[in-house]
């Protein structure tokens, strides 16, 4: 339960319990759609919420999303930025920039209008 997409890349062989989920076999491309602004919109048209702002990020909301099916070598460009991120947050270095990159990559990915990028962004300010 989170007021923010709060997907994570993990790799190493962590186990989880009931308020926690995975994803396998997914990769960097997938986490950088669900992470992004537009994804937090339409997941919070999707879920109920908590009354504080929060969402239950669960499977059967998640599965719900659409992901654009997209080539290796354009999922790569999507992955390379993630990789970027993870190393500068190791670093604990501003990703916002990139942050903002990815953004901008998903909002294409969805052929979505200047006017419908106006609204999302400023729906979610602040995340």
Same mark, same amino acid.
Request: proline share 2%; glycine share 4%.
């Given at each position: ?6 997907? !994570? %890349?993990?790799?190493? +062989?962590?186990?989880?319990?009931? &308020? ?16 992004? +602004? ?18 239950? %990020?669960?499977? /059967?909301? !998640? ?12 999922? /790569? ?6 990789? +970027? ?9 501003? &990703? ?5 990159? !990815? ?14 990028? +106006?609204?999302? /962004?400023?729906? &979610?300010?602040?995340?």
């Amino acid at each position: 339960m989170t007021n923010q997409n709060a997907f !994570i %890349w993990e790799n190493t +062989k962590l186990m989880c319990n009931q &308020t926690c989920y995975f994803i396998p076999n997914a990769n960097k491309y997938l986490l950088s759609i669900l992470n992004s +602004k537009l994804i937090y919109f339409y997941f919070s048209g999707l879920a109920s919420g908590l009354g504080d702002g929060a969402f239950r %990020w669960i499977k /059967q909301f !998640i599965e719900k999303i659409p992901i654009p099916i997209i080539s290796e070598v354009e999922q /790569q460009i999507f992955i390379d930025l993630v990789d +970027k991120i993870l190393l500068l947050k190791k670093e604990n270095k501003d &990703t916002n920039g990139l942050e903002n990159e !990815i953004n901008s990559s998903v909002y294409k990915l969805y052929d979505l209008t200047s006017e419908e990028i +106006k609204f999302i /962004q400023e729906t &979610t300010k602040g995340l």
